[in-house]
């Protein structure tokens, strides 16, 4: 059974920074993308933060975040990392990291953590 499980999160002021982490367990993800989606309000879908490609490395970014946000990943612990700088009030959410396709679509993608609420302050 695949699982994920998100860490990192919290209340910070705009401008500050923060790092989440994702550690993944269960499986091997060699052909699969490791996915940061967020989600604000509760019961909205599922936004498109970033992605970065198991094997090869690639990375993506959504457009409000691109230029602030780094996605990394450590192979040999099966984590991966989503820093997040300089934040602003509307990167408020929860935040999921996901197992999928490598798709930027959240129904694309299989296993998902229980997520990581992020709050900030102006």
């Known amino acids: 059974q695949v699982q994920l499980a998100e860490s990192g999160g919290g209340l910070v002021q705009a401008g500050d920074s923060l790092r989440l982490s994702c550690v993944v367990s269960g499986g091997t993800f060699s052909g699969y993308s490791l996915g940061w989606f967020r989600q604000a309000p509760p019961g909205k879908d599922r936004d498109f933060v970033s992605?970065?490609?198991?094997?090869?490395?690639?990375?993506y970014y959504a457009d409000s975040v691109k230029g602030r946000f780094v996605v990394s990943r450590d192979k040999v612990k099966n984590m991966a990392f989503l820093e997040m700088n300089d934040l602003k009030p509307e990167d408020t959410a929860v935040y999921y990291c996901?197992?999928?396709?490598?798709?930027?679509?959240?129904?694309?993608?299989?296993?998902w953590g229980q997520g990581t609420q992020v709050t900030v302050s102006s």
């Open positions: 996901a197992v999928g396709n490598g798709t930027p679509y959240a129904k694309n993608y299989e296993y």
């Open positions: 992605r970065i490609a198991w094997y090869s490395g690639n990375k």
